[in-house]
């Protein structure tokens, strides 16, 4: 069965450091989603890309964020510097062409980032 | 705005118990999609279900069943015969029509089935 895949799956870096993850969605899916979960909170989005182009990031740091889907496949998602308020799960999610409200997401595994 | 309320935050049950967990949602959409997600130790989130606004019929897949009821902006979730491998995080989310695809997701439920 097809998955999402992210790396690293934990990250330990100290503040002001640059920490930088990567997903690569399910083939064949268009839309990709980068969430960020805090500890005992639900995800919450930072950016969605259809193909190359961003199609939402309202919530996305852009002090300190951004993200890049440059071939409109695999994507990067990088913080810095980082700070302490940035320890969380880092999740990517994508869905089929199109990415209409009602389309599936289907998520990785999420890389757990530790900023001390 | 959407919004998505799932207000018990830890359930525990013993084993073959059965057991529902809850989830309101607000939207001023009448067209929407509602899902349930789970999040087992660790910390990928596996898709359940997706139900749809305009369709209030029940589901059941083997001992998981839900009941969508507009009325109450009810979309509830509930294991019949748990079993330890169901402990996990339950979350509920909302999809609407003029939201493009962004999911917006309740606080989640803990739920720990013990032996």
């Known amino acids: 069965e097809a998955e999402v895949a992210q790396s690293p799956r934990y990250k330990i870096t100290e503040k002001s450091q640059a920490v930088a993850f990567w997903c690569d969605p399910i083939?064949?899916?268009?839309?990709l989603y980068w969430y960020r979960q805090i500890l005992g909170q639900g995800p919450e989005l930072l950016v969605q890309f259809q193909d190359e182009s961003v199609v939402d990031d309202s919530q996305l740091p852009k002090d300190r964020f951004s993200a890049e889907r440059l071939k409109g496949v695999d994507s990067t998602l990088k913080i810095q510097p980082a700070e302490l308020g940035d320890s969380a799960m880092y999740l990517c999610a994508s869905s089929p062409v199109g990415g209409g409200y009602q389309e599936t997401q289907y998520f990785g595994p999420g890389t757990r980032l530790l900023v001390l | 705005a959407q919004k998505v309320t799932q207000a018990q935050t830890e359930i525990s049950v013993v084993e073959k118990e059965d057991v529902t967990l809850d989830c309101v949602y607000e939207?001023?959409?009448?067209?929407?999609?509602l899902f349930w997600y789970k999040q087992p130790p660790s910390g990928e989130l596996v898709f359940l279900i997706r139900r749809n606004s305009f369709d209030e019929q029940n589901e059941i897949s083997g001992r998981y069943s839900w009941n969508f009821q507009k009325s109450t902006s009810s979309f509830n979730f509930t294991i019949t015969a748990s079993q330890v491998v169901d402990s996990a995080v339950y979350f509920c989310?909302?999809?609407?029509?003029?939201?493009?695809?962004?999911?917006?997701f309740g606080g989640g439920t803990r739920l720990m089935v013990k032996p």
């Open positions: 989310a909302l999809s609407e029509d003029n939201a493009g695809n962004m999911l917006t």
């Open positions: 083939s064949g899916h268009a839309t």
């Open positions: 939207t001023r959409d009448t067209t929407y999609y």
